[in-house]
Nanobody, 118 residues
Framework: QVQLVESGGGLVQPGGSLRLSCAASGFTLDYYAIGWFRQAPGKEREQVSCISNSDDNTDYADSVKGRFTISRDNAKNTVYLQMNSLKPEDTAVYYC???????????WGQGTQVTVSS
C-alpha cells in the first residue's frame, strides 16, 4: 500500500522547535522530490520547503528561511522538517508531498497539526 505519513506535530510555545517526519511506505522516496506544504485556516496551501531527488538541492519560502531545515534519510525512507524559532504565524496543518513528474506520480500525506501559542 502506497502511503505517506506525517508525524511530529503538536503544540509548542513561540521560539520553540519541532521536527516533522514524513515516512513513505510502498514506494522509495529516493526517486521523488519532496515538498513540505502548510495550510492555515482560511488560507491557501503554501509550499514552505522542498528537496530534490537528484542532488538534495533544497529551497525554502522566505518566511521560514533560516529557521526551517529539510533533510532526507533514504535508508529510513523518511524526510524531515526541522523547525526552529517557531512563530504563531507558523501555525498550520503541515503536509508532505512526494512528486515524480517523469512518471506522473505524486502522493500526499494526511497532514499533521502544528500550533504555536503561549
Amino acid at each position: 500500500q502506497v502511503q505517506l505519513v506525517e508525524s511530529g506535530g503538536g503544540l509548542v510555545q513561540p521560539g520553540g522547535s519541532l521536527r516533522l517526519s514524513c515516512a513513505a511506505s510502498g514506494f522509495t522516496l529516493d526517486y521523488y522530490a519532496i515538498g513540505w506544504f502548510r495550510q492555515a485556516p482560511g488560507k491557501e496551501r503554501e509550499q514552505v520547503s522542498c528537496i530534490s531527488n537528484s542532488d538534495d538541492n533544497t529551497d525554502y519560502a522566505d518566511s521560514v528561511k533560516g529557521r526551517f531545515t529539510i533533510s532526507r534519510d533514504n535508508a529510513k525512507n523518511t524526510v524531515y522538517l526541522q523547525m526552529n524559532s517557531l512563530k504563531p504565524e507558523d501555525t498550520a496543518v503541515y503536509y508532505c508531498n512526494a512528486d515524480r513528474p517523469t512518471v506522473s506520480r505524486t502522493y500526499w500525506g494526511q497532514g499533521t497539526q502544528v500550533t504555536v501559542s503561549s
